[in-house]
C-alpha cells in the first residue's frame, strides 16, 4: 500500500488542475481534457515507481493460529525488491468526478522471519512475498466550497488481491505446510479490506491542502489577480470545466469592477490537455485597475526621443507644425502630458484585440524658470489593436497604434493647423508611446498554473469575447 504523503499527492493531482480558474458568468474558464488526465496519471505512475522502493517499512509483529496453534511471528528487514503499475485507465464521471483503475500491480516484498510457537519451539528464516494481480479502482468526486476552494470526497472504492504468492527459507519442510497458508490469507486480507478504509482520512487531508491553495496573485505592487472558483465544476464525458472569477483588483482597495462578465464558453475538444479562456472582462478589469490607479499617463520630454528622430520636442522643431510657437517661445524645450479622460475599452474580435481610448493631451514650452506655460490641450481619440502571446508561462502581448484623430479643447498661441498636429502626435505616440506600453506589455502576467505543469508549445487565438490558451503539458511530480 502506498504510504499517505503519496496517496495525497495522487489524489491532490487529480484535482490541482481545479485550482487554475473564481458573479454569475466567469471571467475566466479552466479545462482539463482526457489528454491531460491521462498525462497527469502517467506522470504519477512514474514518481510512484520511482520513489515506492526507497521506502522504509517498518518491522511487523503479531499472532496467528495454524491447526489451533498459537504462532507470535515477527516480520523485519522488509524492503520492497519491485513495485510496477501499469498505465492507469483514466476517465471521467459527469456530474460527479474522476475515476482510476490500476490493474494489474505488482510487486515483489522480502525479509526475514521469526516465529515461537508451544512455549518452546521457534524457527526463522527469509520470506518472498509476491503478487502480479492487486487492483485499485477510485470514483473521487470533484465539487467547489462556497468560499471559491476546491472539494472533493471518495464516492466509490474498491480494492484486492487475487492471488498472493509466499516463499520461506528456514525451518523444516512440515513448517511450510502449516504456515504458508494462513500468511496468505493474511496478506490477502490485509489489502482487500484496509486500503479502501485508509482512503477516507486521505481525503479529509487532501481537502485541507485544497483550502489552503492561493485563489489569487500579486501581479504588480498596484494589482491582483484572484480566480477563485464561483461554482461546482462542470464533468462530462471529455472534460473538467472550472468557472472562476478571473478579476483583477487594485491592491488595498478590492473595488468591483463597474462591468460585468458576458457569458462565453471553450470548445470542448482534445487536441490538447489544458484550455484556459480569459474573457474580455478580465482584460478590461485590469484596465479599470490601472485607470483608478491613475497610472495611464506618461509625460514626454526630448530625453525620450530616440537621438535618430527627425522631431524633436523643442519649440523651434515643433514651428512646421504650430506655427508661430518658435517666436512666441524662442529655443525652448517642449513637454508632452498625455493621461486617460476614461477607462480604455479593449474589445475582443476574431483574432484581433482593439482598443479605444479617449486621451486629454497638453502641449506645453518649459520656460526658463522650469515652470509651463500651456500652448495647447487636444483630445484624442486612437485605435489600437494588439496581439497575444505566451511566453514563459507568462501571457504577454504588444499593440500597434493604427489611428489617431484630434479635437481642440483650447489654444493658447491662435488658431492650430489640427491635421499637421494630428501628423505631429500620431508619430510622438508610434515613437514613444507604444513602445512603452509594449514594454510593460513584454513582462506580461503569470497565468495560473501548478508547480507540476510547464506549459509546452501553448497556442494563443483571440476569439470573440475571449482569448483561448491551448497547451500541453509537461508534469514532473
Not at 114 to 134: A, E, K, M, P, R
Not at 136 to 153: E, H, I
Not at 187 to 206: E, F, G, S
Not at 384 to 398: D, H
Request: one cysteine or more; a neutral charge.
Amino acid at each position: 500500500m502506498l504510504p499517505g504523503s503519496m496517496r495525497q499527492s495522487a489524489l491532490l493531482i487529480l484535482l490541482c488542475f481545479t485550482s487554475l480558474v473564481s458573479g454569475t458568468n466567469p471571467g475566466m474558464i479552466g479545462l482539463l481534457t482526457s489528454k491531460g488526465l491521462y498525462a497527469v496519471s502517467s506522470a504519477f505512475v512514474q514518481m510512484v515507481q520511482e520513489k515506492v522502493t526507497k521506502l522504509n517499512i517498518p518491522d511487523l509483529s503479531g499472532t496467528t493460529f495454524a491447526a489451533s496453534i498459537r504462532v507470535d511471528y515477527n516480520i523485519e528487514n522488509i524492503k520492497i525488491e519491485s513495485f510496477k503499475l501499469p498505465t492507469p485507465e483514466t476517465n471521467f464521471l459527469p456530474g460527479v468526478g474522476v475515476a482510476l483503475s490500476l490493474y494489474p500491480i505488482s510487486f515483489q516484498v522480502t525479509g526475514s522471519w521469526s516465529v515461537h510457537y508451544l512455549t518452546i519451539f521457534s524457527g526463522g528464516g527469509d520470506f518472498q512475498v509476491y503478487s502480479h494481480s492487486f487492483f485499485l479502482k477510485l470514483a473521487v468526486g470533484v465539487t467547489s466550497t462556497d468560499d471559491g476552494y476546491p472539494r472533493m470526497w471518495l464516492d466509490k472504492c474498491s480494492s484486492g488481491v487475487n492471488d498472493v504468492d509466499v516463499q520461506i527459507w528456514g525451518g523444516t519442510s512440515w513448517f511450510y505446510s502449516m504456515f504458508l497458508g494462513p500468511i496468505k490469507d493474511t496478506v490477502k486480507h490485509m489489502l482487500n479490506a484496509q486500503i479502501c478504509d485508509k482512503l477516507q482520512p486521505i481525503i479529509n487531508q487532501v481537502n485541507q491542502k485544497l483550502h489552503n491553495l492561493p485563489v489569487s496573485y500579486k501581479v504588480d505592487k498596484y494589482s491582483e489577480f484572484e480566480y477563485s472558483i464561483i461554482s461546482p465544476p462542470n464533468i462530462d464525458d471529455n472534460s473538467i470545466e472550472v468557472d472562476s472569477k478571473g478579476e483583477f483588483y487594485y491592491i488595498g482597495h478590492h473595488q468591483e469592477a463597474p462591468f460585468q462578465p458576458q457569458s462565453f464558453s471553450l470548445p470542448h475538444i482534445n487536441d490538447y490537455m489544458l484550455y484556459l479562456g480569459i474573457s474580455e472582462f478580465s482584460l478590461n478589469s485590469a484596465a479599470f485597475v490601472y485607470y483608478t490607479a491613475n497610472l495611464l499617463n506618461i509625460t514626454i520630454d526630448d530625453d525620450k526621443i530616440p537621438p535618430s528622430s527627425p522631431i524633436r520636442l523643442n519649440t523651434k522643431s515643433l514651428a512646421a507644425f504650430l506655427p508661430g510657437v518658435d517666436k512666441l517661445y524662442p529655443n525652448m524645450l517642449v513637454e508632452i502630458s498625455v493621461s486617460a479622460e476614461k477607462q480604455p475599452l479593449l474589445t475582443l474580435q476574431m483574432d484581433k484585440i482593439m482598443t479605444q481610448a479617449a486621451l486629454l493631451t497638453q502641449i506645453s514650452a518649459v520656460l526658463p524658470n522650469a515652470s509651463l506655460a500651456p500652448i495647447c490641450i487636444v483630445e484624442a481619440h486612437v485605435n489600437i489593436s494588439g496581439k497575444p502571446s505566451v511566453v514563459n508561462n507568462n501571457l504577454t502581448g504588444s499593440m500597434t497604434l493604427n489611428g489617431l484623430s484630434l479635437s481642440l479643447v483650447k489654444s493658447y498661441i491662435g488658431e492650430i493647423d489640427m491635421h499637421k498636429l494630428e501628423n505631429m502626435l500620431s508619430f510622438m505616440g508610434k515613437l514613444v508611446v507604444i513602445p512603452k506600453v509594449n514594454e510593460m506589455l513584454k513582462r506580461g502576467f503569470p497565468l495560473p498554473s501548478v508547480k507540476v505543469a510547464k506549459l509546452v508549445n501553448p497556442v494563443v487565438k483571440v476569439n470573440k469575447g475571449y482569448i483561448a490558451v491551448a497547451t500541453n503539458a509537461n508534469f514532473n511530480l
